[in-house]
C-alpha cells in the first residue's frame, strides 16, 4: 500500500508537471497575442503599382519573442484593415526614438515584415511570406536594444503566426484624445454657430416690420418745427 501510495502520488505530480510545463509553453492567451502597443507613425508607401504599409509601435518593456508576437498580431490587423501587398511592422520600446530618422539600428527591437502573396511582388524581394527579427536582449533607458540579433526561421514564425487567436491592432493615442475630448461636452451640447449676415430681402422685411427704428446709415427725419 505503501509503494502503491507513492507511485500514485509520483503519476500525479507527474501530471501536474506536464499540464504547468504545457501551460507555460503556450502562455495564456495575452501571452499568444503579444501585448498591447500604441501607434507612433504609420507610412504608406506606392511603388510599382504596389502599396506597401510600413507601421511603427511601442510597447512596455518586454522579452524578444513577445515583441514579436505583437508585431505578427498587428501585421494581420493592418492586412484585414487595408489588404496591402507588403506589411511592415517595427517595435519599438515605450522610451525609444519617436522621430522617423532615429528610428534605425538598436532602437528597433523587433521588425516582421509580411507579404501575403509573395508571387506577385517585385524583384528584389523575398519569396516568402514573413521575415522576423528581434534583439534578444531588453532595452536601456534611452529605448535602444542591447543583445544578440536572431532572425527566426520560418517555421518558428508559422507556427507563432498560428497561435495568435485575436488580430487587434494598437492603440491610436489621437483618436483616444478625441474620444475623450468628446466625452467631457455635456449632453446635447453643440458649439456655438456664428451668426450669419442677412439677406438684403430680410433686412428690407425686418425694416419694414419696425417703422419707428431708421436704418443704422440714414440720418432722422428733421422735425417740420
Known sequence: MIIGGSALLAGVSGGAAVYVGKDRLLGDEEAANGVACTDVNLVTIKKQDHVWVRKYIKTEP???MTRIKTALRVAQAVYEAQKPDLVQVVVLDENGPTLRSDIRGRAIGADVVYIPHPDKMVEGLDDKPYTARYYDGTAS?????YGERIELPDDRIAALN??????ADCIDPVAVASTKKESKKPAGSTEPKEAEEPSAQEQ???DAAAP???P???PPAKSGH
Do not use: H, I, N, W
Open 162 to 167: 498560428a497561435s495568435l487567436r485575436d488580430p
Open 204 to 206: 428690407a422685411a425686418k
Open 212 to 214: 419707428g427704428e431708421a
Open 216 to 218: 443704422a446709415d440714414v
Open 141 to 145: 533607458e534611452q529605448g535602444l536594444f
Open 62 to 64: 518586454v522579452d524578444g
